[in-house]
């Protein structure tokens, strides 16, 4: 089993940028895609980013293609979402989760999740 645990994230200014880690302690977490999703208030999970095990491929959901990046270090078996030019409608609460699944967008093919962490963005 893979533990995910987050950190980053807060309260910042609309135009600001924020950059959330989901780490490990298994080294099994280099065998995992890591997906990010975030869930408003009232509104379902959506699907943010998603990387490779080896970094080489990405994947951007619309609202998410030139503001955030998606990376990782293998070797801290740790991942990272750096989000920019932030705005309102991304106060959310940010997940990670790891799958060996193909479908990335998809949450119900992440069998672990990290325990979420709050971004607020105000203008």
């Not at 994947?59 to 270090?73: L, Q, W």
Request: net charge negative.
């Amino acid at each position: 089993q893979v533990q995910l645990v987050q950190s980053g994230g807060g309260l910042v200014q609309a135009g600001g940028s924020l950059r959330l880690s989901c780490s490990a302690s298994d080294r099994t977490f280099s065998s995992y895609v890591i997906g990010w999703f975030r869930q408003a208030p009232g509104k379902e999970r959506e699907f943010v980013a998603a990387i490779n095990w080896n970094g080489e491929r990405t994947r951007y959901e619309e609202f998410a293609k030139g503001r955030f990046t998606v990376s990782r270090d293998n070797s801290k078996n740790t991942a990272y979402l750096q989000m920019n030019s932030l705005n309102s409608e991304d106060t959310a609460i940010y997940y990670c989760g790891a799958t060996d699944g193909s479908t990335w967008p998809d949450a119900d093919s992440y069998g672990y999740w990290g325990q979420g962490t709050p971004v607020t963005v105000s203008e």
